[in-house]
């Protein structure tokens, strides 16, 4: 069975940078996005970041030109770069793995996964 499993999250001061990792594993064949999502108290999961195979990437306007998303196909891995956080960025951050097609004992599937969330911080 396919497992998504983030890491990196914690207390940072605000101007400061932190680095989230990813990984999807079990039998998959591909990953069509890999994306990170977050939620803050009290509002909806919002879209951060995701790299789409055959289309590229695209960020939400909140983050663009401080964060990074970067992905490793061979390791089903996608990594979040986030420089000069606010306190604003502050959230429970989610990686999503969509369109996955894997082999799972009940056959081939396609499907979609998240992690369990990793908590990002940004207080002084």
């Known amino acids: 069975q396919v497992q998504v499993v983030e890491s990196g999250g914690g207390l940072v001061q605000p101007g400061g940078s932190l680095r989230l990792s990813c990984a999807a594993s079990g039998s998959i064949f591909s990953i069509k996005v890999m994306a990170w999502y977050r939620q803050a108290p009290g509002k909806e999961r919002e879209l951060v970041a995701a790299d789409t195979r055959g289309r590229g990437i695209e960020y939400a306007d909140s983050v663009n030109g401080r964060f990074t998303i970067s992905r490793d196909n061979t390791k089903n891995a996608v990594y979040l770069q986030m420089n000069n956080l606010k306190p604003e960025d502050t959230a429970v951050y989610y990686c999503?793995?969509?369109?996955?097609?894997?082999?799972?004992?009940?056959?081939?599937?396609?499907?979609?996964?998240w992690g369990q969330g990793t908590q990002v911080t940004v207080s002084s």
């Open positions: 999503n793995a969509a369109g996955v097609l894997s082999q799972e004992p009940t056959g081939t599937t396609w499907d979609d996964y």
